[in-house]
């Protein structure tokens, strides 16, 4: 199973994409660079940086544009 983040991006800028445990903790970071203007699907796996799956449960989708936080959205994984 995989979850979606879609996303369109007007200018170029460095992007950041991060999953985070609702502690603060990052679980995963799905894009770090820059990247064309453009829209895009980035597919999460529900694995953690270790490739490890997650547990079910409450998940934050963090996309940072350059400084900008400019979307943030809570999930909620059912396994």
């Known amino acids: 199973m995989c979850s979606p983040v879609l996303y369109y991006k007007k200018i170029s800028a460095r992007i950041n ?24 699907q980035v597919q999460w ?3 953690n940086e270790n490739g490890q799956p997650v547990a079910s449960g409450e998940y934050i989708c963090r996309l940072t544009l350059g400084n900008d936080v400019v979307y943030t959205h809570k999930m909620l994984l059912i396994r």
């Open 17 to 40: 994409l991060v999953i985070y445990d609702m502690t603060g903790r990052k679980v995963k970071m799905l894009l770090n660079g820059n990247v064309t203007t453009g829209s895009y």
């Open 45 to 47: 796996r529900e694995m």
